[in-house]
């Protein structure tokens, strides 16, 4: 089947045709880097590494690229209250970033431009805007003209009254409401870079244009990033980005749902709200890390459709951690029963086939097969990770039945035990395009070691503080902090994380 993808921009399914043959360039919009990440900047990432991993499979060559935004007016505002250089401020909450992206197994992004080392791509963006007059100067900002964009309001559907409504930015000293800020004139004390227009920095729709087109090229493939950034931001990049180039900037533009907290109300219905400071229901990945073990975090991303709403909830966690821990019983008694560890490489399906002599053997064999072209069916339909890892189940209730049916579990024929093990390497291979069975899961279980001692310490600190002995609480975050670990007093209790 062709790879068939949703495409926002026109509201339908396409077939997928890369603007290069056999080349794939996709843009990812990243996280603004002021706060610890929350577990909304894992979901995108997660779900573009998965594509990314499923087009290399397809054959595609694929660079990825997702963006760091590290000059912002929330930046400004937190690295002061914090007492930190914006620099510095952007460093810590990058590292932080980027080991959450490692635990959860995102490790196929090529590039991670910020934007702070791409002035001069930036400038020289707003230039061309400027000399094709689509851009003008007011006291050293630039703003861009929204009616030199003739299709402007094409992605989001929005007329520009009707878009003034959700705009964020208040650009008061542009000529119109909908003209957004390229360049902002630095004010005070703000960092700032030399520009033609004088000292600044570089507005936020901006520095995505600049750096997908110094990466990927004027014309690209896939663009992507969670739903809320429709409008204004990618309306914005496609606007500029065209006005400037005069050619299409995205192909394809990707949109995944919304993550949503779910909770139970007082009454005990279930309730799905938006993540927000207000609410008090952030939950930054390093704390979900502690409960859960990564591949657990990233088979629930999966398991919903990436276009729908993902709702998270300790519940909803619990039913992912009982559906992996299947898999990994799986795994163990296919080793115990055929003597083959299936994380290794060994013989795969297509050797061993002819082993199935049997009628048994080989509807076994057809079911893994047909097993096989059902993910792919299911990934080429729009990246449909929920049916992926709904066939992934199949497949591995599949094996488990094979194995009570043929009696592997007392002594077994060879040819069983043979198809067995290459059934349970099938199953391990399909998982690894969604980016999950890369390791037998003593990692995560050594993880629950470590967090079960880490609970430990926590309550050991807290009585310790209770009973009034600060030496003895001192002590343990000090030593802890020596170890790398830091420990954060929170309104919801005490949290850890790696690094600082
Ligand atoms: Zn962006």
Redesign the pocket.
């Given at each position: 089947m062709a790879l068939r993808v949703y495409n926002t921009l026109t509201k339908t399914k396409e077939t997928f045709e890369p603007v290069r043959p056999g080349h794939v360039g996709m843009y990812l919009?990243g996280p603004t880097v002021y706060k610890p990440s929350h577990i909304g900047h894992a979901v995108s990432p997660i779900l573009f590494d998965t594509i990314k991993r499923y087009l290399l499979h397809k054959g595609f060559d694929v660079t990825l690229v997702i963006?760091i935004t590290d000059v912002d007016d929330k930046l400004i505002v937190e690295s002061r209250a914090q007492g930190l250089s914006m620099a510095q401020l952007a460093e810590q909450v990058m590292g932080n970033y980027f080991e959450c992206l490692d635990a959860l197994g995102v490790r196929n992004v090529d590039a991670f431009p910020k934007a702070t080392e791409n002035i001069g791509n930036i400038i020289a963006l707003v230039q061309r805007l400027v000399d094709n007059g689509a851009a003008y100067v007011v006291d050293g900002d630039v703003y861009f003209d929204h009616t030199k964009s003739a299709d402007y309001g094409k992605l989001s559907g929005r007329k520009v009254e009707e878009a003034l409504s959700g705009t964020r930015e208040v650009a008061s000293r542009s000529h119109h409401p909908a003209d957004f800020a390229l360049w902002k004139a630095a004010k005070a004390d703000e960092p700032s870079w030399n520009s033609p227009w004088g000292p600044g920095r570089p507005g936020w729709h901006i520095e995505?244009s600049a750096m997908s087109m110094a990466i990927l090229g004027e014309t690209f493939d896939i663009h992507g990033?969670g739903m809320d950034?429709i409008f204004p931001?990618h309306e914005n990049?496609i606007a500029q980005s065209e006005t400037a180039t005069g050619k299409p900037f995205a192909r394809y533009w990707l949109h995944n749902g919304l993550t949503r907290i779910r909770t139970k109300a007082a009454g005990g219905e279930w309730t799905n709200e938006k993540m927000s400071k207000s609410l008090g229901n952030i939950r930054t990945i390093s704390d979900l890390l502690t409960q859960y073990s990564p591949e657990t975090i990233r088979m629930f991303v999966l398991s919903t459709h990436y276009r729908r709403p993902l709702d998270f909830s300790d519940e909803q966690l619990d039913n992912t951690e009982k559906a992996a821990g299947t898999f990994y019983r799986l795994f163990e008694r296919i080793a115990r029963t055929t003597g083959e560890d299936v994380y290794t490489s060994g013989e795969g399906l297509n050797r061993v086939r002819d082993q199935a002599g049997s009628e048994l053997q080989q509807q076994f064999v057809n079911g893994v097969l047909g097993c096989r072209v059902k993910l792919y069916d299911a990934m080429d339909d729009d990246f449909n990770t929920a049916g992926a890892v709904a066939t992934l189940h199949d497949l591995a209730g599949l094996i488990n039945r094979y194995i009570d049916a043929c009696r592997l579990e007392g002594e077994g024929k060879t040819a069983d035990k043979a198809l067995v093990a290459a059934a349970g390497r099938e199953l391990i291979s399909s998982g690894r395009l969604l980016g999950l069975f890369e390791a037998p899961p003593a990692a995560a279980t050594a993880r629950g070691l470590e967090s079960d001692l880490m609970d430990l310490l926590i309550d050991l600190r807290t009585q310790a503080r209770r009973g009034k002995n600060f030496a003895m609480a001192d002590q343990i975050r000090d030593r802890l902090g020596e170890m790398g670990i830091t420990l954060e007093d929170t309104p919801g209790g005490t949290v850890w994380r790696k690094g600082t």
């Open positions: 919009c963006n995505c990033g950034l931001h990049e």
